[in-house]
T-cell receptor
Framework: GENVEQHPSTLSVQEGDSAVIKCTYSDSASNYFPWYKQELGKRPQLIIDIRSNVGEKKDQRIAVTLNKTAKHFSLHITETQPEDSAVYFCAAGEEGFQKLVFGTGTRLLVSP | ETGVTQSPTHLIKTRGQQVTLRCSSQSGHNTVSWYQQALGQGPQFIFQYYREEENGRGNFPPRFSGLQFPNYSSELNVNALELDDSALYLC???????????????FGPGTRLTVL
């Protein structure tokens, strides 16, 4: 079955810096890759997603890139702000199935 | 915030007991997936319900079972509770499989289950 690895487990940056979180997946059938942000005690919130027919997608300060050949995808946050502090999860899924396999999460801390 | 709701918010049970958790999907969504999130871990897929039938299952034993009702709300039932069942249980709703955006899953706030 699918296995998703996520790095780093923790990431500390200064406000205004960029942050990059990387994930790799094992199942070449996976073609849907969402990213979720989870604040302490709250639900995971979908922040951006990408499908396999696209190599990059951007939404304001957030971008995701996908390399299907290497089976990895990354989340890029520019101009980080303290409110970006949270745990970020990547996930992989397959078109036609609703199961998402999640990474282990990255705790991002943005210091003012 | 999504329109997905869950109840109860918190629950404390003892080993061997049974529990039922409830989820109401977002308006326009007819598919509900359930996930278990242990402390410090990512959510793990339990199963999904579509049109009142189970439509995929993760690596969870049969004592984890579910239902979906005609209004698309769903229940997760866990029998013979074990200490390791202590976790945050999340449901996620999504739209009809096959549509352009059906993969997008929106999570509810979760039910925190503690098994003593």
């Amino acid at each position: 079955g699918e296995n998703v690895e996520q790095h780093p487990s923790t990431l500390s940056v200064q406000e205004g810096d960029s942050a990059v979180i990387k994930c790799t997946y094992s199942d070449s059938a996976s073609n849907y890759f969402p990213w979720y942000k989870q604040e302490l005690g709250k639900r995971p919130q979908l922040i951006i997603d990408i499908r396999s027919n696209v190599g990059e997608k951007k939404d304001q300060r957030i971008a995701v890139t996908l390399n299907k050949t290497a089976k990895h995808f990354s989340l890029h946050i520019t101009e980080t702000q303290p409110e970006d502090s949270a745990v970020y999860f990547c996930a992989a899924g397959e078109e036609g199935f609703q199961k998402l396999v999640f990474g282990t999460g990255t705790r991002l801390l943005v210091s003012p | 915030e999504t329109g997905v709701t869950q109840s109860p918010t918190h629950l404390i049970k003892t080993r061997g007991q049974q529990v039922t958790l409830r989820c109401s999907s977002q308006s326009g969504h007819n598919t509900v997936s359930w996930y278990q999130q242990a402390l410090g871990q990512g959510p793990q897929f339990i199963f999904q319900y579509y049109r009142e039938e189970e439509n995929g299952r993760g690596n969870f034993p049969p004592r984890f079972s579910g239902l979906q009702f005609p209004n698309y709300s769903s229940e997760l039932n866990v029998n013979a509770l074990e200490l390791d069942d202590s976790a945050l249980y999340l449901c996620a709703s999504s739209s009809t499989p096959g549509t352009g955006s059906y993969n997008e899953q929106f999570f509810g706030p979760g039910t925190r289950l503690t098994v003593l």
